[in-house]
């Protein structure tokens, strides 16, 4: 089955998608702030388009594991799309929360491993531009689904 993952944040929201067998989680794209009937909507229809089963959503806990203001908020969201999941097309969408407490530095390390190897806009990135650094936060954020979604699948793995 093929799911969505999400790194829900305040400014953007980062999307991965699994393949078809549920084994490998690929960032997607990352989706601008429009209010969250927009984000919903544009989640739903994701889904759709990937044919996906389930999505599973970052869940930012603190290293303690206490559930703060963030990750109240994104339970709600949860919780909403999974209504408007429900009343769509996609009642059959699992809407999952994952734990996610070190996906967001280990994207972040990862794209600056990447960024040091060279590649296309690595001179550029040195040059510190905002809109420079505004794309390649936005990479974090697609980046940090794809470990959220790609440590779930790990999880769901035959012997895990």
Do not use: C
């Amino acid at each position: 089955m093929r799911s969505l993952g999400l790194d829900i944040g305040d400014r953007r929201t980062g999307v991965a998608v699994s393949d078809p067998g549920g084994v490998l989680a690929t960032p997607l794209t990352v989706l601008a702030p429009g209010g969250e009937d927009v984000l919903i909507d544009e989640v739903i229809k994701l889904a759709e388009q990937h044919n996906a089963g389930r999505i599973v959503i970052g869940l930012p806990r603190h290293l303690s594991g206490d559930v703060g203001e963030q990750a109240t908020k994104v339970t709600a969201f949860a919780d909403r799309l999974s209504q408007r999941a429900r009343q769509s097309s996609l009642n059959h969408l699992d809407v999952l929360l994952w734990d996610e407490r070190f996906s967001t530095k280990a994207a972040e390390q990862l794209k600056a491993e990447t960024g040091r190897m060279g590649g296309k806009g690595a001179s550029r990135a040195r040059r510190g531009t905002t809109k420079r650094r505004s794309y390649i936060k936005a990479g974090v954020d697609a980046i940090a689904a794809s470990l959220i979604l790609q440590d779930f699948l790990d999880s769901q793995s035959p012997g895990q």
